[in-house]
């Protein structure tokens, strides 16, 4: 008589556990199981053996012990081929196991609940089910690991035509060891946060695809969109589209920008973004009062733009934004009539986000066969004092408008330079090999609205030629780092020229 196969159930997430075992039970398999699992297949009529009758010891230490036993891991661990391993495994009385269904305590669920706290947290790491997984993962060729809900059709289609296949075995294998190495990793940064960084000289990333992508920068790469399983919200990978078709790479690298231009302004803000640097940002009193001044800003390089408000999209704004071409529209709601209207075009993406600060991100950059890992710039310049060194002081309403542009300027890639009036861009020069290259494009976008208004830049000016070329336009205010060992340069060509000029003491490079 054949000996019927066994399989071992352990599931915190009980997903279509019921369904699957019940099929399991039809085709013969002798199920084992552990703890709350047992009794929910047990009340649900499923013919299912208590683990403790096969390791012949109860559960102890509230559950922290109960799979860990040589009568579990022989049976998933023993080569079937190997005369030496099933000699050994007969004479301790060991049977062999040939599935094993895991998942794990749910600690990230845990650490996300407002009313965890440290003890909380550490008894829910899971010890035994990731030792089940692993050693099943390992022995794949003899035994199939199941780790996600998802498969289970495709282990009951393949068993109704005879067995697992090895290569859905081996697909199997592999997502478990990439499920209890992400699980570990989300353990690994919980804990790191209670001990000193230094003391630690490993990272650990924790991602999980989100889609496919139609392609990367260009068609002819392949490309993927990942998230950080460690994080919930506040960022582009968890937005919500409700209209539009598929982003691309390129529009999830500039939604990204824009997210996080928003996020530096309290009162109402747009921002339009064209790969990957701002081409108009303002505020206003209202969303719709802000929008128009970013279009106002640029109206040729918003065409086929990114729009990202920090306000809901009202229907007077929407009547708006739809006279123009935009590819997307972010912003954390949109009103039912602004649905009504922004729909009517059927390719125009929609995404609304929560736009919470979350300040203790890290920034990763990849390069070849490394990783640069720093904080994120959450440098606030409402926060910090300024200092004045120019005979000309600027008025209240200038400083409010030269912060208005730093905060810009600090998303805009370096070399950087923005000019601004009324808290609106008027000209925005990126990503020059040198600043007054960088100016030049800003004055020349600003051209004569640049009388009067506001010049910010990213970094110190090395020399004086920024301002000269700023004073043929007649800027009234310059806010910059400071910090060059030719301060004085500018300091007096400001003097010379009328010009106040503000020194945050901190610069907002951006590669």
């Avoid at 209209?243 to 990204?256: Q, R, T």
């Avoid at 809901?312 to 949109?334: C, G, R, V, Y």
């Avoid at 060992?485 to 590669?511: L, P, Q, V, W």
Wanted: charged share 25%; aromatic share 8%.
């Amino acid at each position: 008589m054949k000996k019927r196969k066994r399989v071992l159930i352990s599931v915190s997430d009980k997903t279509g556990i019921i369904e699957f075992a019940k099929k399991l039970n039809c085709y013969n398999f002798e199920i084992i199981s552990t703890g709350g699992t047992y009794s929910t297949l047990l009340e649900n009529g499923i013919n299912v053996i208590n683990i403790s009758d096969i390791t012949k010891f109860p559960e102890m230490m509230d559950g922290r012990v109960k799979t860990l036993h040589p009568n579990i891991h022989g049976g998933i661990l023993a080569v079937r081929d190997n005369e030496k391993h099933i000699l050994e495994i007969s004479n301790m009385n060991i049977e062999t196991i040939d599935m094993v269904v895991c998942n794990l305590y749910p600690f990230k669920k845990t650490i996300e609940n407002e009313n965890n706290t440290f003890e909380i947290a550490i008894e829910n790491i899971d010890i035994g089910g990731p030792s089940m997984i692993r050693s099943a993962a390992k022995n794949h060729k003899f035994v199939t690991v199941i780790v996600d809900p998802n498969d289970y059709d495709r282990v009951i289609k393949e068993i109704e035509k005879g067995e697992i296949s090895n290569k859905t075995k081996l697909s199997f294998a592999n997502k478990a060891f990439f499920h209890t190495s992400l699980y570990d990793s989300i353990i690994a940064n919980y804990l790191n946060k209670f001990v000193d960084e230094e003391e630690n000289d490993k990272i650990i990333l924790a991602y999980e695809k989100k889609k496919t992508l139609r392609y990367g920068e260009n068609p002819h790469q392949k490309a993927y969109f990942y998230k950080d399983i460690t994080k919930k919200s506040g960022s582009i990978a968890f937005s919500n589209q409700i209209h539009g078709k598929e982003l691309s790479y390129n529009n999830i690298n500039d939604a990204d920008v824009a997210i996080s231009i928003i996020k530096e302004f309290e009162e109402p803000v747009c921002v339009a973004v064209k790969h990957m640097n701002p081409c108009g940002v303002a505020v206003g009193n209202t969303v719709y009062e802000a929008f128009v001044k970013t279009y106002e800003a640029d109206k040729i390089s918003i065409f086929g733009g990114i729009i990202a408000s920090n306000r809901e999209i009202d229907e007077q704004t929407a009547i708006k934004m739809n006279e123009i071409f935009l590819e997307i529209i972010i912003a954390p709601s949109f009103s039912k009539k602004a649905l009504d209207i922004l729909k009517t075009k059927k390719n125009l993406r929609l995404i609304t986000i929560d736009i919470t600060k979350n300040k203790d991100e890290n920034q990763f950059v990849s390069v070849s066969g490394g990783l640069l890992v720093q904080q994120n710039d959450f440098l606030n310049i409402d926060e910090i004092d300024i200092n004045i060194p120019t005979k000309v002081k600027p008025s209240e309403e200038d400083i409010k408008c030269a912060k208005f542009a730093y905060k810009v300027a600090k998303f805009v890639k370096s070399n950087a330079i923005v000019i601004a009036k009324s808290s609106m861009t008027i000209g925005i020069g990126p990503g020059q090999t040198n600043r007054v290259g960088a100016a030049k494009i800003a004055l020349i976008q600003a051209g004569d609205n640049a009388k009067n208004a506001v010049l910010a830049s990213d970094a110190f000016f090395p020399m004086s030629d920024t301002v000269e070329e700023a004073a043929k336009y007649g800027i009234k205010t310059i806010i910059q780092p400071g910090g060059s060992i030719k301060d004085n340069e500018s300091i007096e060509a400001c003097n010379k020229y009328g010009i106040a000029m503000i020194f945050t003491g901190y610069r907002h490079f951006k590669h």
